[in-house]
């Protein structure tokens, strides 16, 4: 699994940098539900899944939490991610770029530059 992780849930799709980012935008309930999609910065796909937590958030708080891992099982996931950005960024002024011809790197660093506005 390469950084940064991007989140898709209902087209909208997300970038994080850090996997603890990502476990904190996500709620165990919604992982479980199948909610969302998670991709690597190369268009892998992502395995999510909940666990208990550690020390006192297990034994007192009662807290899961998410952890991620490759998913050979569901094959490459570039296209699926490809399409689910370039969505989305039709709804922004991306200068005039043909997003079609942008590599996926380019797409993320859109998508990050968006969602940082």
């Known amino acids: 699994m390469r950084l940064p992780i991007v989140v898709v849930e209902g087209g909208s799709p997300r970038v994080f940098q850090s996997v603890d980012e990502a476990r904190r935008a996500v709620e165990a309930i919604d992982v479980k539900e199948?909610?969302?999609?998670?991709?690597?910065c190369e268009g892998r796909r992502l395995r999510a899944s909940v666990r208990p937590g550690h020390g006192l958030l297990k034994s007192i708080l009662n807290v899961e939490t998410v952890e991620f891992e490759d998913d050979s099982t569901?094959?490459?996931?570039t296209e699926e991610l490809r399409t689910e950005i370039?969505?989305?960024?039709?709804?922004?002024?991306?200068?005039g770029r043909n997003l079609d011809e942008q590599p996926l790197d380019a797409l993320i660093a859109l998508l990050q530059a968006v969602q940082d506005e």
Not at 34 to 40: A, S, W, Y
Not at 74 to 77: N, T
């Open 74 to 77: 569901a094959g490459a996931g």
């Open 34 to 40: 199948g909610v969302h999609r998670f991709f690597d």
């Open 86 to 95: 370039i969505a989305y960024l039709e709804n922004f002024d991306t200068n």
